[in-house]
């Protein structure tokens, strides 16, 4: 544990986090729970998105989007961001000990990068509101209504950092009558989990919502210098919102905070060689008492362990006028990010390498739309952006026996966007839909950077500004038989970026990393069958990036060093299958599988991995004298071939109002390699889970108690293998991060509402 923030210090928070549970058994009157009574009103067979800025029935949109409801949430396990893997085939994580270098890859493309300014190639939203930095979205789910995942460039409606897509996560509203619940969690493992919801009218014009949770979590990874497990977790969240209605007029009032911290992130030893090939000792300087390498290691020993503390705040309104002719929309949000990382590099009980960094992100955003009726021939959506983001960020490695790994530095980045945008729809016939977009970007970027290792600090400052035009045309028809057929074509542009990290300097400043771009193109088939009870969504995909952006070494330089780099070309492939089916009352079986091409296309001079030779393909450049390789060909890292999820959910009257409710959700994946150098030493095999539940819920859904199984099979997998070998430890050491999620654990949930 930690000494810089002990556990069980957060009472008062927690109390507070429990605060709505309190206020919500306060009262007598008795509602429906909000889910239900929502459930109730609508069409279960209809799932409304708002994928482009307006509330359509998912089978209308010609564009390849999943939307995952609570319950299948609930259904698969799914407690955090990093879960949503297990339920969308084209969606994977990289995970690492820094929350805001986990890249979200969608189609085998995002954007890993040490550098504070590099934007996401997946952009995030909550309720209409983009994220600045990808580390904001890592938090825990709670009061979600549900969560849409677009795939493919997005640029058009969602701007410059959805080239790659978009996941959007839209929070439940307030209830129509006096609501409120309480759940709580246990696992075998001690991690205790509790939220809470009132929710109501304050007249008939408008209601509000409050919900809170908190989480504690005992770790699962033993530190044997200390004792101490490592992975504990403890965070907690109070939100609110308030929606109100003045004649023509609506409004939407947001806030939300949330604090996560603990002790995770940690590599542990995958492979660790103690004997070369003639025989002599090797890596005896690793102190590995009490650990045996390997895939299952579940050991550590450090003095310095990990500290992940993020608190997080983001306000938001949303305020719409009926203008008869349209709606005029504004969204207007400040958010603010404070985290701060440290861990233990050496990953040995001496401090021979510590990193200390702290971050500070501010910014703030509106959007203002005119959205008309889609009841003519003739339809649009026009809209302005504007977003002013900073990050500060301190950086610290403490390296005693090794000066040139040594750091100290601040720095500040800056970016203003401006966007206009526009959407027209036209009606050739009833039955075919032809949509036009295009948004025109432009974005000016500041940085300061203080190099802070010498008596006097070298100081660099950095200014460009960028325009870009993206744009997209999709055509689509509905037949007789509910199916609708579309194609589309789409650019996707995310924006140059300084490479702020370890080693920037002068020549870096006035040199940011130039602008991605690609073109996306779909076909897909969606519609409906068995006369409504089974929906399907049928999409097959060709993307091409050029200049794409990514983490590298640049062996152009003296001393080559890490850098952000502009790789060269890559192209993504595929077909994406979704569908449900409700077969009989009370049963919902969900599948959805992909097969994603993802490969390099161009990426001449790419690093060559440890003991590389040149039958390899590992070569010599005679004018540099340095070693690299040609990438092209290669596939990309951590991006399966195939993935598929299926599931149930199954609701059956045994007696009185008393309901069976069975929950079941299984994934599986091909292999990958992590590294994208395709290093033969970080590749993982093919792996499934299984995640199920059972248990009893009263017919008016008010209360539910079932216990619940992650990871059935108890299937050891990682998230990340890194290759640590080097000159200076030969030969090989391989370090891995074993999520939680690798291990089985059992729990029980039991909720009650009113």
């Known amino acids: 544990m930690s000494a810089a ?93 820094n929350r805001n270098q986990n890249p979200i890859f969608l189609r085998g493309i995002g954007t890993f990068s040490f550098s504070t300014a590099a934007e996401p190639a997946v952009l995030v939203m909550i309720d209409d509101v983009p994220l600045l930095l990808p580390g904001q979205a890592l938090s825990n789910f709670a009061d979600v209504a549900r969560i849409e995942v677009l795939r493919g460039p997005q640029g058009t409606l969602f701007g410059k950092s959805a080239s790659a897509g978009v996941i959007s996560i839209v929070s439940q509203a307030p209830a129509n009558e006096l609501t409120g619940f309480v759940e709580a969690s246990l696992t075998d493992d001690e991690e205790f989990r509790v939220q809470g919801v009132i929710s109501g009218p304050v007249d008939e014009n408008g209601g509000f919502r409050i919900s809170s949770f908190y989480n504690n979590f005992e770790g699962f990874l033993r530190n044997t210098f200390t004792g101490n497990m490592i992975g504990q977790e403890e965070s907690w969240g109070l939100r609110g919102r308030f929606d109100y209605e003045v004649g023509r007029a609506q409004i939407q009032l947001t806030a939300d905070y949330s604090e996560f911290f603990d002790n995770g992130g940690d590599n542990t030893f995958r492979q660790v060689t103690r004997t070369r090939a003639d025989g002599t000792p090797a890596n005896r300087q690793l102190d590995l008492t009490g650990i045996t390498p390997g895939p299952t290691n579940r050991r550590l020993r450090i003095n310095d362990e990990a500290v992940n503390d993020s608190k997080q705040l983001l306000l938001s309104s949303r305020f719409s006028l009926d203008l008869d002719f349209a709606t005029l929309t504004s969204i207007t949000s400040y958010q603010s990010w404070k985290y701060r990382a440290q861990n233990d590099q050496d990953l040995q009980p001496i401090r021979d390498s510590f990193q200390d960094s702290v971050y500070d992100t501010r910014t703030v955003t509106q959007e203002l739309r005119l959205t008309s009726p889609t009841d003519g021939d003739f339809d649009y959506i026009l809209g302005v952006y504007i977003a002013d983001g900073d990050t500060d960020r301190s950086f610290v490695r403490l390296a ?35 949509s036009l977009g295009a948004r025109l970007n432009y974005e000016k970027i500041d940085v300061f950077f203080q190099d802070n290792r010498t008596a006097i600090p070298g ?82 995909f060709w993307v091409d990036y050029d200049d794409f952006q990514a983490q590298g070494i640049n062996n152009e330089l003296l ?40 490969q390099i296309k161009e990426f001449s001079g790419a690093n060559c991995y440890f003991g590389q030779t040149v039958a390899q393909g ?99 997998y990682v998230t990340q293998i890194i290759d640590d070998t080097s000159t200076r430890v030969d030969p090989f050491i391989l370090l891995q991060q074993i999520p939680r999620n690798a291990s089985r654990f059992f729990g029980i949930r039991a909720r009650f509402g009113f």
């Open 5 to 97: 923030r002990p556990f069980g210090i957060h009472a008062s928070r927690a109390a507070i986090a429990l605060m709505s549970v309190a206020i919500a058994f306060s009262s007598s009157s008795y509602a429906q729970d909000a889910d239900a009574t929502e459930e109730a009103s609508s069409d279960d067979n209809v799932i409304i998105v708002s994928a482009q800025k307006r509330d359509q029935n998912i089978l209308d949109v010609p564009a390849a989007i999943s939307a995952v409801g609570q319950d299948v949430l609930q259904a698969a396990q799914v407690d955090r961001f990093t879960e949503l893997t297990a339920i969308s085939p084209s969606l994977t994580i990289t995970t690492s000990g």
């Open 400 to 434: 005693p026996n090794t000066p040139p790994l040594r750091q100290n530095w601040d720095s500040n980045a800056s970016v203003r966007n401006y966007a206009a945008f526009a959407q027209l729809g036209y009606d050739i016939s009833p039955k075919t839909l032809v």
């Open 459 to 540: 100081i660099f400052r950095g200014s460009d500004s960028d325009t870009a035009f993206t744009g997209k045309l999709s055509l689509q028809h509905f037949f007789d038989s509910g199916i609708m057929a579309f194609t589309s074509v789409a650019t996707g542009y995310k924006g140059q970026a300084y490479d702020i990290s370890s080693g920037f300097n002068q020549r870096r400043a006035d040199n940011p990393i130039r602008s991605e771009s690609s073109v996306a193109y779909e076909i897909g088939l969606k519609g409906d069958a068995l006369d409504g009870k089974a929906q399907f969504q049928l999409v097959g």
């Open 559 to 598: 001393v080559p060093q890490f850098e952000l780099v502009n790789v060269g070309k890559l192209r993504t492939r595929g077909i994406e299958l979704e569908s449900s089916i409700r077969p009989t009352d009370g049963l919902t079986v969900f599948a959805s599988g992909a097969y994603v091409d993802a």
């Open 618 to 716: 590992c070569v010599r450049n005679p004018a540099s004298g340095l070693f690299s390789q040609d990438l092209a060909g290669k596939q990309l890292n951590n991006s399966p071939d195939f993935k598929f999820n299926v599931g149930l959910i199954y609701e059956k009257p045994i007696f009185g109002d008393v309901e069976l409710v069975l929950n079941g959700n299984y994934t599986w994946q091909s292999g990958v390699n992590f590294d994208i150098g395709n290093n033969p030493r970080t590749k993982q095999p093919a792996y499934g889970l299984a995640n199920a539940s059972i248990g009893l819920q009263g017919d008016d859904k008010n209360w539910q108690v079932s216990l619940f199984v992650n990871n059935l099979f108890d299937q050891d």
